[in-house]
């Protein structure tokens, strides 16, 4: 069964940048789509981007569009989200997960992903 963990959170300030990794453990990435997701205190988790299974296509929230970027390396197993320009309302721990359908990003629900990862807090302040 797929096995996904997240790395690359920390501390950093306002207007900077952070890349998240996104692992695939025990079973290969494939062709899965994947998507990141995000939990503030006191919030919704929320999708943030989503790849398709190919890295073809992408889709971005709109309050991260213009400073994220997500991308993958199905040879290493791997889908990376580069975060630019943060501020502090990306303040979240931010999951991994796996589409359960489709080769395409067409749903950022989360109840239509699974496998999710344990997620790494990601902290914006000054």
């Known amino acids: 069964q797929l096995q996904l963990v997240e790395s690359g959170g920390g501390l950093v300030q306002p207007g900077g940048s952070l890349k998240l990794s996104c692992a695939a453990s025990?079973?290969?990435?494939?062709?899965?789509?994947i998507g990141w997701f995000r939990q503030a205190p006191g919030k919704e988790r929320e999708g943030v981007s989503c790849?398709?299974?190919?890295?073809?296509?992408?889709r971005y929230a709109d309050s991260v569009k213009g400073r994220f970027n997500i991308s993958r390396d199905n040879a290493k197993n791997t889908v990376y989200l580069q975060m630019n320009s943060l501020k502090p309302d990306d303040t979240a721990v931010y999951y991994c997960?796996?589409?359960?359908?489709?080769?395409?990003?067409?749903?950022?629900?989360?109840?239509?992903?699974?496998?999710w990862g344990q997620g790494t807090q990601v902290t914006v302040s000054s």
């Open positions: 997960a796996r589409l359960l359908s489709g080769y395409m990003c067409w749903s950022m629900v989360e109840t239509d992903f699974g496998s």
């Open positions: 025990r079973s290969a990435l494939d062709y899965y789509p």
């Open positions: 790849i398709s299974g190919t890295g073809g296509s992408t």
